[in-house]
């Protein structure tokens, strides 16, 4: 971490437990890209005693988007005619065949968009031209998707579609229970739901701590974690009040509520877990492009050599992947995990691995 002459005596003193911990060893998964991100970028891996680990968990939407998905929206480029709109991290992740980039060298209408609604307004503006927009997200982008499709009512488009990958975290935590000691929770996604998933954790004997994303922040969150954890009870810690409130974002939940429904989900590298996904709801089919394209389903076919799967895991490092850094790299990624700004791959070949 970089030196700060400002910092505060409560920080000093959770860096020095952080260093100085003797405890029982503990493991922590930091759900979240953007924790692995910025545990890197701000050095704090280096403040952690040997007996705290930190693992990389499946929470960046890229990462978990299955082939099958990215076929799909090639298909709809190629096949169909259609403008599709994404963000960039999704125009190199590998498919089955080809990625959303190559999709674009072979003369597919393939865009990069900062928002749902930059799609929806494309599509307002060329009517004579079929639009979709690639939403992926975990429940903190989930609202803007079903806010594009509010916004495409009222203006009475007919020419707008959403090709749903949306994921809810709860049945991650359940998934991956088993592969950690305690979470490190995602700050932005409780910043919508609320502390209910955390505490019904906690009631099953699974602990965490909700975390906000400054390194102060980061290290406030880790040295109760580790505090915590040594105390031997379940438990769940709110360490960005200032942002993640008990009830969350009711506007956003009810606008979610609205357009989406549960659905099961395929994960890349972890598989299907049932009512992980979001979808349109029926009334609203003809806004979703797999409806009105009839696409076929499918989950697609992954590079045999790729670990993104057991990394998502907390099964292995990326290092620890014979691809990485070798024929993986952020220029010529084979993996999801190595194409997101949020991948653990990523992290790993940024800011040179572990330690």
């Known amino acids: 971490m970089k030196q700060n002459h400002q910092m505060s005596a409560p920080l000093r003193r959770a860096i020095d437990f952080l260093k100085t911990y003797d405890g029982p060893e503990v493991r922590i998964m930091e759900v979240c890209g953007t924790h692995t991100h910025e545990i890197f970028k701000q050095g704090i891996r280096q403040l952690l005693s040997p007996k705290i ?30 403008t599709v709109c994404t963000f960039g991290d999704l125009m190199r ?20 968009v900062y928002a749902p609604e930059d799609a929806e307004k494309l599509a307002a503006e060329h009517p004579e031209k079929p639009f979709a927009f690639l939403s992926v997200g ?21 020419n707008f579609t959403l090709l749903t990958a949306n994921k809810t975290m709860p049945a991650a935590y359940e998934a991956m229970k088993n592969s950690t000691d305690l979470f490190l929770y995602p700050g932005h996604v409780h910043a919508i739901t609320g502390l209910a998933d955390v505490k019904k954790m906690q009631q099953e004997g699974v602990s965490g701590v909700v975390a906000g994303f400054t390194a102060g922040e980061l290290i406030t969150a880790l040295a109760i974690a580790v505090k915590k954890y040594g105390e031997g009870v379940p438990f769940y810690v709110n360490a960005y009040p200032r942002v993640v409130t008990d009830e969350g974002s009711p506007e956003a939940k ?8 549960p659905c099961d989900a395929w994960w890349r590298g972890i598989g299907m877990l049932p009512d992980s996904g979001m979808r349109l709801k029926k009334a609203y089919a003809r806004f979703d492009a797999a409806e009105r394209y009839a696409l076929p389903e499918g989950n697609g076919k992954d590079n045999p050599g790729c670990h993104c799967g057991d990394v998502l895991q907390g099964r292995c490092r990326p290092e620890d992947c014979p691809l990485f850094g070798t024929v993986c790299t952020p220029v010529h990624p084979t993996g999801a995990c190595m194409v997101s ?9 940024l800011y040179g691995g572990e330690k």
């Open 138 to 158: 975990f429940e903190t982008t989930t609202p803007s998707s079903c806010l594009a499709v509010d916004h495409a009512i009222r203006d009475g488009l007919d």
């Open 341 to 349: 700004s949020e991948g653990a791959c990523s992290a790993y070949y």
């Open 53 to 82: 680990t930190l693992i990389s968990g499946p929470g960046c939407p890229v990462c978990v988007t299955p082939a099958g998905y990215i076929d799909r929206a090639v298909a709809l480029a190629l096949d169909h005619g259609v």
């Open 254 to 261: 009810q606008l979610v509520a609205k357009y989406m429904e």
């Open 93 to 112: 992740v590998p498919g089955t065949e080809m990625s959303l980039s190559m999709a674009r060298g072979r003369g597919g209408d393939v865009r990069v």
